[in-house]
Nanobody
Framework: VQLQASGGGEVQAGGSLRLSCAAS????????MGWYRQAPGQQREPVAF???????WYADSVRDRFWISRDNVKRAVDLQMNSLQPDDTAVYFC?????????????WGQGTQVTVSS
């Protein structure tokens, strides 16, 4: 599975950004798709995931601010990020796998930078 991410950029605190990711290749490895992020000097952490049936998972830090959606026909996933804060500054990675629990063992896309200024 190949993942192509787009979006990101720089925004002021309180603003919004949208990340997109499209998958190509095998269908088997895209049941679960979503995003991880890694801030400077910190470990990579899960952000949000969604399955082909619409089941979702959100990190507590982004719940009620971020919204994940997907188009199963296009095998694409979007992450709408609202009320962004400086702590959301990180490189965001698109991921795809067989389940939400094992998605980090699947395919990874290139990172896209999100910078939130105060």
């Amino acid at each position: 599975v190949q993942l192509q991410a787009s979006g990101g950029g720089e925004v002021q605190a309180g603003g919004s950004l949208r990340l997109s990711c499209a998958a190509s290749g095998s269908d088997d490895g895209t049941v679960a798709m979503g995003w991880y992020r890694q801030a400077p000097g910190q470990q990579r952490e899960p952000v949000a995931f969604i399955t082909t049936t619409g089941a979702t998972w959100y990190a507590d830090s982004v719940r009620d601010r971020f919204w994940i959606s997907r188009d199963n026909v296009k095998r694409a996933v979007d992450l709408q990020m609202n009320s962004l804060q400086p702590d959301d500054t990180a490189v965001y990675f698109c991921v795809a796998g067989s389940t939400i629990a094992t998605v980090n063992q699947g395919s990874w896309g290139q990172g896209t930078q999100v910078t939130v200024s105060s």
